[in-house]
């Protein structure tokens, strides 16, 4: 009897599953055939359903089996729809979020976690052999059965490999495997390379893909660095091509932080594609001398060295730049270093010890600095006293600004205050305050300005973050992403109302522009220039401060210059817009061809 019992116990358990089974499955292939309001249907049918049964039930005490059965039937399907709909639906949504932009990261400050490569396989799922040689090469990585070289790393763990495959798909293992002796093939030692770095080298090696790899900052360079030494071509162009998306992502220190690790390991002299990547992706923000910053002094005399006759954007004016590796040499040099402001920089009230050791650290980056890119002023207030640069580069720099029989064009080429080819962004992008109190919106790489409140129809003007002067030529783009009614673009002279207030000094400026009706406008005046804008157009503004003239061009057609004003030795590009319009500046393209 007791036997039967338990037969039928189980009889009715089986039942009663493969109810449930049944019923959760056709809820959940329901909800998902009908999206949303399926689900919401469902759910509400499911809900009255129960709370009747649930309700009978209850009156009758709990004494009626069928009802109890059909109870417990849809609590118990109602958890497995749940569980299924989550595991079907929810879950491979948010994964499609999650890898949704091709390349799982994580950045932060010191550490580095990504997936290089997008695999075609389930890496987790056992591999049957012979079916992938990708998956049967990743399983003789930790085969010992094949081990017969030794790589020692230079964080000295020694890590072991099959040197028939090593020698296969690199040149360089070959010639040290083959043209070594039998003795010093066991043991290879690598200094500049760490286990971590060269795990990922020996699974791409092996596999020609990678799974995960998780570096910090110093071993993401190291990686570039294996992939370099061993002439993996492929590796090294994926290895840029994601330093671009983590240095796109994260912030700008990071690049400070990727090209003082790559100077210390590679040499001062070499130049290639990751190098230029971090000189182009510093270089064009501007080095702000009051912020301390990661960027080391051998990186920043890298940087100056490799930027000094090449036309890339650069954002940071000479002048700015030399205050800049001053006042960074002087945060290494005096404890708990203390800047008040700018001016106080250049002052060398210490102990002569101190000035010395000041002097000394600034001798090797002097070569690297173009006095001629210095205002002259700047150059005698505050460069000439600090006694650093020899006295004839002092006076050879002195005679280009006096000098008139030097030709035009070499006042052309000496004259502008920036190295490079100057790069713009709008002052709201390093003073968001502006953008909170005043309506604007700067987009996150500071390029592209818009009227944010939907409800303001007042005219809004900004201003760059570069005031430009001395002499030389200019030359920027705006591109009219939006246009809503009329625009502004131009330039605005210099006023001690900048320093006290932008909000105020950008309300009231006095500018040269040009207007998206066809005429140019100079405080009241107006000329008719016969260069309509619209929507996508791309305006080039050339600056001669040499002249002190002004042109634009639309869509690569130069217009004459405008020769009834003469602009000021300040100048600052501005726009004006309205809401529903958006402006972006960028540097002049013909420029950095």
């Known amino acids: 009897m007791r036997n039967t019992y338990i037969l039928l116990y189980w009889c009715y358990q089986l039942i009663r599953w493969c109810l449930k089974s049944v019923v959760s499955s056709h809820i959940v292939n329901a909800l998902i055939a009908t999206g949303c309001s399926g689900m919401v249907i469902g759910t509400l049918v499911y809900g009255t359903s129960y709370c009747i049964i649930r309700n009978k039930n209850n009156n009758n005490n709990n004494n009626n089996e ?70 049967d090469l990743r399983t003789l990585l930790n085969d010992e059965r094949s081990y017969n070289i030794s790589l020692k790393c ?39 390379i760490n286990s971590t770095v060269m795990k990922v080298i020996l699974e791409f090696l092996y ?8 570096l910090t900052v110093k071993d993401f360079i190291e990686m570039y660095y294996a992939a370099n030494c061993f002439k993996l071509n492929e590796l090294q162009k994926d290895i840029i091509e994601f330093t671009k998306k983590i240095l796109n992502d994260g912030d700008k220190d990071l690049g400070k932080q990727l090209l003082s690790q790559y100077v210390e390991i590679f040499t001062i002299k070499s130049y290639n594609g990751m190098s ?65 402001n700018q ?71 000496n004259s502008r205050l920036i190295r490079g080819v100057p790069i713009f962004r709008w002052q709201a992008y390093h003073e968001r305050f502006i953008e909170l109190n005043y309506g604007f919106h700067v987009s996150k790489d500071g390029f592209t300005v818009e009227v944010s409140n939907i409800n303001d129809n007042s005219i809004k003007s900004m201003i760059t973050d570069m005031i430009i002067k001395g002499k ?51 405080k009241k005046d107006r000329k008719w220039y016969g260069a309509k804008l619209k929507e996508g157009d791309i305006i080039t503004i050339h600056l001669d401060m040499t002249e002190k003239s002004f042109a634009f061009s639309i869509n690569g057609k130069k217009y004459p210059i405008v020769s009834e004003w003469k602009i000021t030795s300040k100048i600052i590009p501005v726009v004006s817009l309205r809401q529903g319009s958006r402006l972006r500046i960028q540097p002049h393209l013909n420029e950095l061809s």
Request: hydrophobic content about 40%.
């Open 276 to 340: 230029k990547l971090l000189i182009d992706f510093v270089a064009k923000f501007n080095l702000n001398p009051l912020k301390d910053d990661s960027l080391s002094l051998l990186a920043l005399k890298y940087l100056l060295s490799k930027t000094l006759d090449v036309k890339v954007p650069f954002a940071t004016t000479e002048f700015e730049l030399f205050k800049y590796t001053l006042i960074k040499i002087k945060r290494i040099i005096i404890k708990d270093y203390y800047l008040p």
């Open 154 to 192: 230079s964080d000295g763990v020694t890590l072991r490999a099959c040197k028939n495959i090593l020698a296969t798909r690199s040149d360089v293992f070959n010639n040290l495997i083959f043209n070594k002796s039998k003795a010093e093939i066991k043991n290879i030692i690598f200094t500049k």
């Open 207 to 214: 596999t020609s893909n990678i799974k995960k790899v998780d």
């Open 472 to 522: 030389g030529i200019y030359e920027w783009d705006i591109i009219i992403e939006k246009l809503h009614k009329t625009v502004w673009i131009g330039l605005c002279d210099y006023d001690k109302t900048l320093e006290e207030n932008v909000i105020i000094y950008i309300q009231k400026y006095h500018g040269w522009l040009l207007c998206s009706d066809g005429y140019v406008y100079h």
């Open 66 to 135: 069928a009802l109890k059965f059909v109870e417990d039937v849809l609590h118990d399907a109602a958890l497995e729809t749940l569980m299924s709909f989550i595991g079907k639906v929810v879950a491979p949504k948010i994964i499609r979020y999650k890898t949704s932009k091709g390349i799982a990261k994580i950045i932060t400050a010191n550490n580095i976690m990504t997936t290089l490569f997008k695999s075609k396989k389930n890496h987790n799922k056992p591999s049957i052999r012979g079916k992938s040689l990708e998956n």
């Open 343 to 413: 001016d106080s920089a250049f002052i060398m009230d210490y102990e002569p010890n101190i000035v010395k050791d000041i002097q000394k650290q600034l001798k090797p980056l002097l070569p690297y600095f173009d006095l001629h890119r210095m205002d002259f002023m700047c150059i005698m207030k505050y460069v000439e006293p600090l006694n650093v640069f020899p006295y004839e580069r002092l006076l050879d720099a002195y005679r280009c600004k006096i000098d008139e029989n030097i030709s035009a064009q070499e006042i052309i080429n």
